[in-house]
């Protein structure tokens, strides 16, 4: 009931009544969540090959709306490394205006969904696509952040994954010793500043404690200013992009992609949270709140957002149980852009590149992906297939073969499980020897009279099926009089699956062979009338159980042999 709700948790929260001492743990972890962000947000927006302070504008104005809109308590949104891959191809090839009209189309689509209700149907995605995605865009986001942790020089590094391997080795010689040094720090205190306090994060501190040993030292290391110049300390206009119906053409594609990550990552972050927290998150109303900021962030010069999962449990952790501290997260931003904005181009790029590289090992997920070996080796076969497509080709190709490779794969599992036989004579030797199995209906204790043959269909009658049930049909020598079907474990079928039938009721007609259905279920008996199919059969030969289909099978003999006689 509350899942499907088209109302912001916010709402909620205040109608539940909100006090000061529910304030004072947003407040804090507010604040945590806001510095944890800052590193990233900028992070993030120059490995997207956008201008460090996009990422902030997206982590103000978009972590603002979802807090506000959310169909969770404790969501904390903005831009994530999900988005990495997709914005740099779109800004190399499109530019901003192709990014921002993109994003603004995923915006359109994910309101759409959350209103058609897809908000359970998105999470069905296969769990090999979603782990060979994130630990592709993982390797991709590694591979981009050597030449700034290693201080690289000389030319352009390239967009593909080869040739940027290839750069890496023909630049090695220019390696700078200070810009490593300081990667090397970055990582050093990320992994072990925890162990001194968790109340600030690994990150903020290198962050900080780096670039004052670049300012104090003048160490000769690339930093945001030398790269990309200042860092306004201000919000832009709202402005639109230039959209035109071609550029909305060549984005639909990308759209689409952004739209499906950005409701993937944001559900599994509601998720997560709603383990962490014992709450139940409404998620067609997070997928409204997401296509709301997704809308509002290239209006403000912002790059996608969605539900991020590691700020989002730093939230958690810190005492955030209502949407606003969220708020505060962004709130907290806006006033470190005003007051400290133009400090950000101090940072120096190699800090940045070990924040990413740190990001990436995390969002590799490795241990999932040794699981998954473990598993079918369909489900390792869409996994590699996955993530290979999203190092070696692109993101949306990637999702799109993934999710229909795991849909044909899973309709092959489900043919497989669809036994479809006669039962006269093999399987009911096979039913005797299930001597635990206490059925009355089994066919090993039926009399079945000569010139009577028993077909079973057991599972769901569907295309994937419907090749085997023919194939097996007209594998009988011996054309029977009379051909009972029982689908007594047929719970739904198909058009394919109906056509099977019209094409065996037309011939076993023509045959002369009578038909007869032994336990057809509601669903699939209304879906047999609806085609049209009972024109082959006679009202009395549609019988609920195998007994009074025989004794239907021995009144047709009878007739047949008074016929004759």
């Known amino acids: 009931?509350?899942?499907?709700?088209?109302?912001?948790?916010?709402?909620?929260?205040?109608?539940?009544?909100?006090?000061?001492?529910?304030?004072?743990?947003?407040?804090?972890?507010?604040?945590?969540?806001?510095?944890?962000?800052?590193?990233?947000?900028?992070?993030?927006?120059?490995?997207?090959?956008?201008?460090?302070?996009?990422?902030?504008?997206?982590?103000?104005?978009?972590?603002?709306?979802?807090?506000?809109?959310?169909?969770?308590?404790?969501?904390?949104?903005?831009?994530?490394?999900?988005?990495?891959?997709?914005?740099?191809?779109?800004?190399?090839?499109?530019?901003?205006?192709?990014?921002?009209?993109?994003?603004?189309?995923?915006?359109?689509?994910?309101?759409?969904?959350?209103?058609?209700?897809?908000?359970?149907?998105?999470?069905?995605?296969?769990?090999?696509?979603?782990?060979?995605?994130?630990?592709?865009?993982?390797?991709?986001?590694?591979?981009?952040?050597i030449r700034d942790f290693l201080g690289l020089t000389g030319g352009t590094v390239p967009a593909e994954f080869i040739e940027k391997v290839r750069y890496y080795g023909e630049h090695i010689n220019t390696l700078d010793l200070h810009a490593l040094f300081i990667g090397l720090l970055t990582l050093f205190i990320i992994i072990y500043w925890p162990r001194v306090t968790r109340r600030v994060p690994g990150s903020f501190v290198a962050i900080v404690l780096t670039t004052l040993l670049v300012r104090i030292f003048h160490l000769p290391v690339e930093t945001i200013g030398s790269r990309f110049g200042g860092v306004p300390n201000t919000l832009p206009m709202p402005h639109l992009p230039n959209i035109n119906f071609e550029l909305i053409t060549q984005m639909s594609?990308?759209?689409?992609?952004?739209?499906?990550?950005?409701?993937?990552e944001s559900l599994l972050s509601a998720v997560v949270a709603d383990g962490m927290t014992g709450n139940r998150h409404r998620s067609n109303m997070e997928l409204i709140a997401q296509g709301v900021?997704?809308?509002?962030?290239?209006?403000?010069?912002?790059?996608?957002?969605?539900?991020?999962?590691?700020?989002?449990?730093?939230?958690?952790?810190?005492?955030?149980?209502?949407?606003?501290?969220?708020?505060?997260?962004?709130?907290?931003?806006?006033?470190?852009?005003?007051?400290?904005?133009?400090?950000?181009?101090?940072?120096?790029?190699?800090?940045?590149?070990?924040?990413?590289i740190s990001v990436a090992y995390n969002m590799s997920e490795w241990h999932l992906v040794v699981k998954i070996f473990r598993t079918p080796k369909s489900d390792v076969v869409v996994l590699l297939t996955t993530f290979l497509l999203t190092v070696f080709v692109d993101l949306t190709v990637a999702i799109k073969f993934g999710v229909v490779l795991a849909a044909l794969l899973f309709m092959r599992r489900?043919?497989?499980?669809?036994?479809v036989g006669y039962i006269t004579d093999s399987l009911a030797d096979q039913e005797a020897d299930e001597e635990d199995i206490v059925d009355e209906n089994r066919i090993a204790q039926k009399d079945i009279p000569e010139g009577v043959e028993v077909f079973e269909i057991n599972g769901p009658f569907f295309f994937g099926a419907a090749d085997k049930f023919k194939d097996t049909i007209r594998g009988l020598e011996k054309k029977p009089e009379v051909l009972i079907l029982r689908m007594r474990h047929v719970p739904t079928i198909d058009a394919t699956g109906l056509s099977a039938l019209e094409n065996v009721f037309s011939f076993s007609k023509h045959d002369g062979t009578r038909i007869i259905l032994s336990g057809p279920r509601p669903r699939p008996l209304k879906k047999i009338k609806r085609a049209g199919l009972l024109k082959y059969l006679e009202d009395s030969n549609i019988q609920p159980t195998i007994d009074r289909a025989l004794a239907r099978a021995r009144q047709i003999l009878k007739e047949s042999e008074q016929k004759w006689n």
Do not use: C
């Not at 994003?103 to 359109?108: N, R, Y």
């Open 414 to 419: 489900m043919a497989e499980a669809t036994e």
């Open 293 to 356: 900021a997704n809308i509002a962030s290239p209006v403000m010069g912002g790059i996608p957002a969605t539900g991020a999962i590691a700020r989002t449990a730093t939230n958690i952790k810190n005492g955030g149980r209502t949407p606003f501290a969220g708020i505060i997260h962004a709130v907290t931003l806006l006033l470190i852009l005003i007051f400290f904005g133009p400090w950000a181009s101090l940072i120096p790029m190699a800090a940045l590149a070990g924040i990413l």
């Open 1 to 145: 009931m509350g899942r499907n709700k088209l109302k912001p948790k916010l709402i909620t929260v205040l109608k539940e009544g909100y006090s000061v001492k529910k304030f004072i743990p947003d407040l804090i972890a507010g604040i945590i969540v806001g510095i944890v962000a800052l590193p990233l947000a900028i992070a993030f927006a120059i490995a997207s090959g956008v201008k460090p302070e996009q990422g902030l504008y997206t982590a103000v104005v978009a972590g603002f709306i979802i807090s506000v809109l959310s169909g969770s308590r404790v969501q904390i949104g903005g831009p994530t490394g999900a988005f990495i891959v997709i914005v740099y191809g779109i800004m190399q090839k499109y530019g901003y205006d192709g990014l921002a009209t993109a994003t603004l189309m995923a915006g359109f689509l994910l309101i759409f969904m959350g209103l058609a209700r897809f908000g359970d149907i998105i999470k069905y995605i296969p769990y090999p696509v979603t782990v060979g995605f994130t630990a592709g865009i993982a390797l991709i986001i590694f591979a981009a952040q």
């Open 253 to 264: 594609s990308p759209a689409l992609t952004i739209a499906v990550l950005a409701g993937i």
